[in-house]
């Protein structure tokens, strides 16, 4: 069983920057790794996304505001959120397409950002 820890997350201000960080208790191999959050009321969405060796995928919403990163040796993701609105703010949980005899999707137990004045 693969477990994604993370952490990061909080509370800040509109125009504040927070990171996000999740780790892989695998040395498998991972072809997607990013994050998605889900508002209140709201589905899951994409937030961003990098395939191995593969550039990032972005929300529009996002875009220019958030960086993904991924180090593949050590199976971890990072999230850099700059310019954070009020709308960003939801429960961040990192995913992780794992392959060993197929591929399986691993979602991590999720983290809070919220952003508020």
């Known amino acids: 069983q693969v477990q994604l820890v993370e952490s990061g997350g909080g509370w800040v201000q509109p125009g504040g920057s927070l990171r996000l960080s999740c780790a892989a208790s695998?040395?498998?191999?991972?072809?997607?790794m990013g994050w998605y959050r889900q508002a209140p009321g709201n589905q899951r969405e994409l937030v961003a996304t990098q395939t191995r060796g593969g550039s990032p995928n972005y929300a529009d919403s996002v875009k220019g505001r958030f960086v993904v990163s991924r180090d593949n040796a050590k199976n971890t993701v990072i999230l850099q959120m700059s310019s954070l609105k009020p709308e960003d703010t939801a429960v961040y949980s990192c995913?992780?397409?794992?392959?060993?005899?197929?591929?399986?999707?691993?979602w991590g137990q999720g983290t809070q950002v919220t952003v508020s004045s």
């Open positions: 695998t040395s498998r191999f991972i072809s997607d």
């Open positions: 995913h992780a397409r794992v392959y060993s005899h197929g591929s399986r999707d691993y």
